[in-house]
């Protein structure tokens, strides 16, 4: 199965966009991501309404190494669960649509 096409759609090439509604482990959060980096995490719904994103309706996102949080100034090296319920990783801010993993915890750790 691929990600959805209308969820990879709305990411620019420059890099710079905001991931809506996703879940972190303290709650539903806006995040941006520019440059390969976490720049800013804002309350969901808090993002600019017409800035470039893509919406996450809940979907998780977790950092790739440790069990930390995502947090602003972190690289944008992260697992993220698409609108489409698939989990891709997200590589200096660029999702790998060829690959997948079953959605884990939250914190991290394994199953």
């Known amino acids: 199965m691929n990600a959805p096409t209308c969820c990879l759609a709305r990411i620019p090439a ?3 966009f905001w991931l809506r509604n996703a879940r972190v482990a303290d709650g539903l959060r ?4 520019e440059d390969g980096r976490v ?14 994103g893509l919406d996450l309706d809940g979907g998780a996102v ?7 949080p995502v947090a602003a100034g972190d690289p944008a090296d ?6 489409g319920g ?3 990783p997200m590589r200096a801010g660029r ?7 079953n959605a884990g915890p939250l914190d ?4």
């Not at 806006?30 to 991501?33: E, K, Q, S, T």
């Not at 991290?108 to 199953?111: A, I, K, L, T």
Request: positive net charge.
């Open 62 to 68: 977790r950092p790739m190494a440790g069990d930390g």
């Open 78 to 83: 992260l697992w993220v669960t698409l609108c």
């Open 14 to 16: 420059n890099g710079k």
């Open 108 to 111: 991290g750790s394994d199953r």
């Open 30 to 33: 806006d995040i941006r991501i």
């Open 86 to 88: 698939r989990t891709v």
């Open 95 to 101: 999702l790998d649509e060829n690959r997948s993993q």
């Open 39 to 52: 720049r800013a995490l804002l309350a969901a719904g808090e993002s600019p309404c017409c800035a470039p």
